[in-house]
């Protein structure tokens, strides 16, 4: 016995298996989605905060930076000190004042004067 279906029927199944590869679609794309939004906001996530990740790369910028301006500042320093020497080692008046000046030596005829801070206890001579 054959059964033939009608074209109502026919088309009915078709819509029906249509309705049904639309959702099955709709669910799919949902999913890729969701899955592409996860992955994108993981990579995120470990871009800034990884160790080696964005937050980190800007405090290591604030290091580089502060290291290089002590990098100056001990290049003048530096420099300064080479100037010392070299006035020490060329120049007499100049080594003469720092003798005198760090060991408190004077010259015949001369009188130092030192000047200390008070005793901050309050006790008086």
Do not use: C, P
């Not at 995120?44 to 290089?68: C, E, M």
């Not at 080692?89 to 000046?101: A, F, K, N, Q």
């Not at 010259?107 to 309050?122: N, Q």
């Amino acid at each position: 016995m054959e059964h033939r279906r009608s074209s109502g029927d026919l088309n009915s199944s078709k819509k029906a298996a249509g309705i049904e590869l639309r959702r099955q679609s709709n669910g799919n794309r949902r999913l890729f989605y969701v899955i592409l939004v996860s992955v994108f906001v993981i990579v995120a996530a470990i871009l800034v905060f990884n160790r080696h990740g964005f937050i980190s790369l800007a405090g290591l910028k604030g290091d580089v930076d502060r290291i290089a301006l002590s990098i100056d500042s001990l290049h003048a320093e530096i420099d300064s000190l080479e100037l010392e020497i070299e006035l020490l080692e060329s120049d007499s008046i100049y080594l003469e004042r720092m003798v005198r000046e760090i060991l408190g030596w004077a010259r015949e005829g001369e009188h130092i004067v030192r000047f200390t801070e008070a005793d901050s206890t309050g006790a008086s001579f």
